[in-house]
């Protein structure tokens, strides 16, 4: 069993940068890895990023390569993504899960969600 709080979110000024927090309380051994996926108002929850434990491999969509980068800190048990050069679109609210099976691009890979963090890039 594993449980996921999430922390970091913000009101960030385009072209800035936040780092994500997504805390684990126990082990993720048992799995592919993590990943992290948003959701805008009105649309579908999209994947974002995605980090696979044995080969350690990240995945990322198009849209935040470059800019976005999945890590993870195992002494403390926890995730993160670091956000740079933010955009209004990357405005979502942005939830960590745990990539238990199947393709890290579906939701449906994954379980053990966090509660989301709202982030917002104004212009």
């Known amino acids: 069993q594993v449980v996921l709080v999430e922390s970091g979110g913000g009101l960030v000024q385009a072209g800035g940068s936040l780092r994500l927090s997504c805390a684990a309380s126990?082990?993720?051994?048992?799995?592919?890895?993590m990943g992290w996926f948003r959701q805008a108002p009105g649309k579908e929850r999209e994947f974002v990023a995605a980090l696979r434990w044995s080969p350690e491999i990240t995945y990322y969509t198009d849209s935040v390569k470059g800019r976005f980068t999945i890590s993870r800190d195992n002494i403390k048990n926890t995730m993160y993504l670091q956000m740079n050069s933010l955009k209004p679109e990357d405005t979502a609210i942005y939830y960590c899960?745990?990539?238990?099976?199947?393709?890290?691009?579906?939701?449906?890979?994954?379980?053990?969600w966090g509660q989301g963090t709202q982030v917002t890039v104004s212009s």
């Open positions: 899960a745990v990539w238990r099976l199947g393709s890290y691009v579906y939701i449906t890979s994954y379980d053990y």
């Open positions: 126990g082990r993720t051994f048992n799995s592919y890895g």
